[in-house]
Nanobody
Framework: QVQLVESGGGLVQAGGSLRLSCAAS????????MGWFRQAPGKEREFVAY????????YYVDSVKGRFTISRDNAKDTVHPQMNSLEPEDTAVYFCAARGRGPIISKTPGDYGYWGQGTQVTVSS
């Protein structure tokens, strides 16, 4: 099993930046592909970004392409979405999630077996 803890959320003005972190503990971090999801009040959980176990393959939802960049450090067991040019529509609780290595990029929450508790991101206009 792997345990995940997110941090780095907060309140930021539109146009600002935040760098989230997800720290993993437990089994070897490089065994896992990682996903980031977000959930706004009254809405379903939404895929945001994906990074494979090696860090070489990434994928983003269209609404964040060009603004968000995801990276990971397998030596430190961490993954980091860098979020720039934030918009009020980005306001949500952000979750990191892990799944075993796979050949296909997954945007489906059900494909991920491990989740963090979430960190709140609020973007004011």
């Amino acid at each position: 099993q792997v345990q995940l803890v997110e941090s780095g959320g907060g309140l930021v003005q539109a146009g600002g930046s935040l760098r989230l972190s997800c720290a993993a503990s437990g089994r070897t971090f490089s065994r896992y592909d990682m996903g980031w999801f977000r959930q706004a009040p009254g809405k379903e959980r939404e895929f945001v970004a994906y990074i494979d176990w090696s860090g070489r393959r990434t994928y983003y939802v269209d609404s964040v392409k060009g603004r968000f960049t995801i990276s990971r450090d397998n030596a430190k067991d961490t993954v980091h979405p860098q979020m720039n040019s934030l918009e009020p529509e980005d306001t949500a609780v952000y979750f990191c999630a892990a799944r075993g290595r796979g050949p296909i990029i997954s945007k489906t929450p059900g494909d991920y077996g491990y989740w963090g508790q979430g960190t709140q991101v609020t973007v004011s206009s």
